[in-house]
């Protein structure tokens, strides 16, 4: 099992940028896919983008494309998001998770490994 641990969260004004990272470790993870989910109180845990091991491959929620691009460094270790163009409504808790597997999925069940979560504050 890989640990994934979040940072970069917290509160932003509406417009602005933040760039979340995950750190794994436990297991070198650059044959994982990884993916970025969020979550609101009340609702599920929702897609917002997944990468493949390789990098080539991306996929994006089409509440997010354009303003949000993943990325990995296999030698750190790290896969990021970075997010534009902020919107109130992109406040939720970001999960980072990964994946036994090279390709993408946008299922959370696909996913095997999670971190802690951490805040995104949207203001208006």
């Known amino acids: 099992q890989v640990q994934l641990v979040e940072s970069g969260g917290g509160l932003v004004q509406a417009g602005g940028s933040l760039r979340l990272s995950c750190a794994a470790s436990g297991r070198t993870f650059s044959s994982d896919a990884m993916g970025w989910f969020r979550q609101v109180p009340g609702k599920g845990r929702e897609f917002a983008a997944a990468?493949?091991?390789?990098?080539?491959?991306?996929l994006y929620a089409d509440s997010v494309k354009g303003r949000f691009t993943i990325s990995r460094d296999n030698a750190k270790n790290t896969v990021y998001l970075q997010m534009n163009s902020l919107k109130p409504e992109d406040t939720a808790v970001y999960y980072c998770?990964?994946?036994?597997?090279?390709?993408?999925?946008?299922?959370?069940?696909?996913?095997?490994?999670w971190g802690q979560g951490l805040q995104v504050t949207v203001s208006s």
């Open positions: 998770a990964a994946r036994r597997f090279p390709w993408v999925v946008r299922d959370p069940s696909g996913f095997s490994s």
């Open positions: 990468l493949s091991a390789s990098g080539d491959s991306t």
